[in-house]
Protein backbone atom coordinates (compact mmCIF):
# COMPACT_ATOMS: atom_id res chain seq x y z
CA UNK A 1 0.00 0.00 0.00
CA UNK A 2 1.43 3.29 -0.91
CA UNK A 3 1.86 5.82 0.73
CA UNK A 4 -0.44 9.15 0.70
CA UNK A 5 0.92 12.66 0.28
CA UNK A 6 -1.49 13.67 3.01
CA UNK A 7 0.23 11.30 5.39
CA UNK A 8 3.50 12.97 4.80
CA UNK A 9 2.49 16.34 5.18
CA UNK A 10 1.25 15.41 7.72
CA UNK A 11 4.38 14.31 9.29
CA UNK A 12 6.07 17.37 7.76
CA UNK A 13 3.82 19.85 9.62
CA UNK A 14 4.26 18.33 12.83
CA UNK A 15 7.92 18.04 12.52
CA UNK A 16 8.53 21.36 11.27
CA UNK A 17 9.75 22.47 14.93
CA UNK A 18 13.10 20.69 14.09
CA UNK A 19 14.32 22.13 11.19
CA UNK A 20 13.97 22.51 7.73
CA UNK A 21 11.54 19.57 7.27
CA UNK A 22 10.75 18.26 3.91
CA UNK A 23 9.60 15.09 1.81
CA UNK A 24 10.95 14.20 -1.30
CA UNK A 25 9.32 11.06 -3.41
CA UNK A 26 11.50 8.52 -3.92
CA UNK A 27 10.38 4.94 -5.71
CA UNK A 28 6.76 5.26 -4.76
CA UNK A 29 7.01 6.15 -0.91
CA UNK A 30 9.26 8.99 0.62
CA UNK A 31 12.23 10.31 1.74
CA UNK A 32 12.02 13.06 5.16
CA UNK A 33 14.82 15.00 5.42
CA UNK A 34 15.87 17.64 8.06
CA UNK A 35 18.41 20.40 7.62
CA UNK A 36 19.58 18.40 4.46
CA UNK A 37 20.04 15.11 5.80
CA UNK A 38 17.76 11.87 5.24
CA UNK A 39 16.56 11.10 8.71
CA UNK A 40 13.56 8.83 8.03
CA UNK A 41 11.44 6.97 5.39
CA UNK A 42 7.99 6.99 5.22
CA UNK A 43 6.45 3.91 3.44
CA UNK A 44 3.32 2.06 3.81
CA UNK A 45 1.92 4.76 5.82
CA UNK A 46 4.55 4.36 8.58
CA UNK A 47 7.55 6.23 9.73
CA UNK A 48 10.64 5.17 10.06
CA UNK A 49 13.34 6.97 11.42
CA UNK A 50 17.10 6.28 11.02
CA UNK A 51 18.49 4.56 13.84
CA UNK A 52 21.11 6.43 16.19
CA UNK A 53 21.96 6.42 19.62
CA UNK A 54 20.20 9.70 20.20
CA UNK A 55 17.29 8.55 19.01
CA UNK A 56 17.14 5.38 20.72
CA UNK A 57 17.61 7.56 24.27
CA UNK A 58 14.62 10.17 23.10
CA UNK A 59 12.54 7.45 22.38
CA UNK A 60 12.70 5.31 25.33
CA UNK A 61 10.78 2.30 25.33
CA UNK A 62 8.59 2.85 22.14
CA UNK A 63 11.57 1.81 20.18
CA UNK A 64 10.60 -0.80 17.64
CA UNK A 65 13.01 -1.99 14.80
CA UNK A 66 11.83 -3.31 11.64
CA UNK A 67 13.37 -2.67 8.04
CA UNK A 68 10.93 -0.15 6.03
CA UNK A 69 10.70 -2.63 3.28
CA UNK A 70 12.31 -6.03 2.41
CA UNK A 71 16.16 -5.99 1.99
CA UNK A 72 16.72 -2.83 3.74
CA UNK A 73 18.51 -2.44 7.39
CA UNK A 74 16.53 -1.71 10.05
CA UNK A 75 14.84 1.25 11.03
CA UNK A 76 13.02 2.36 14.16
CA UNK A 77 9.30 2.60 13.30
CA UNK A 78 7.30 5.68 15.07
CA UNK A 79 4.11 4.79 16.34
CA UNK A 80 1.33 7.10 14.72
CA UNK A 81 0.68 8.02 18.25
CA UNK A 82 4.11 9.96 18.10
CA UNK A 83 2.79 11.79 15.16
CA UNK A 84 0.06 13.59 16.93
CA UNK A 85 2.60 14.89 19.30
CA UNK A 86 4.41 17.29 17.34
CA UNK A 87 7.05 18.27 20.09
CA UNK A 88 7.73 14.80 20.38
CA UNK A 89 8.19 14.07 16.86
CA UNK A 90 10.05 17.50 16.55
CA UNK A 91 12.48 16.48 19.04
CA UNK A 92 13.11 12.73 17.83
CA UNK A 93 14.34 14.33 14.54
CA UNK A 94 15.91 16.74 15.43
CA UNK A 95 18.33 14.63 17.85
CA UNK A 96 18.58 12.18 15.10
CA UNK A 97 19.46 14.87 12.59
CA UNK A 98 22.15 16.04 15.16
CA UNK A 99 23.55 13.15 15.60
CA UNK A 100 23.87 11.45 11.64
CA UNK A 101 26.71 12.98 9.32
CA UNK A 102 26.56 15.72 7.04
CA UNK A 103 26.32 14.21 3.58
CA UNK A 104 28.80 14.68 0.73
CA UNK A 105 28.33 17.35 -1.81
CA UNK A 106 26.55 15.87 -4.85
CA UNK A 107 28.32 15.61 -7.67
CA UNK A 108 27.31 17.90 -10.91
CA UNK A 109 25.40 16.07 -13.29
CA UNK A 110 27.10 15.12 -16.84
CA UNK A 111 25.82 17.13 -20.06
Known sequence: MATKQGTVDFIVEQASGAGRVSARKMFGEYALYCD???????CDEQLFLKPT???RATLGDEVTEMPPYPGAKACFRIPGETWDDADRLAEVIKVTAEALPVPPPRKPRRA
Request: aromatic share 0%.
Open 36 to 42: GKLVALV
Open 53 to 55: AAG
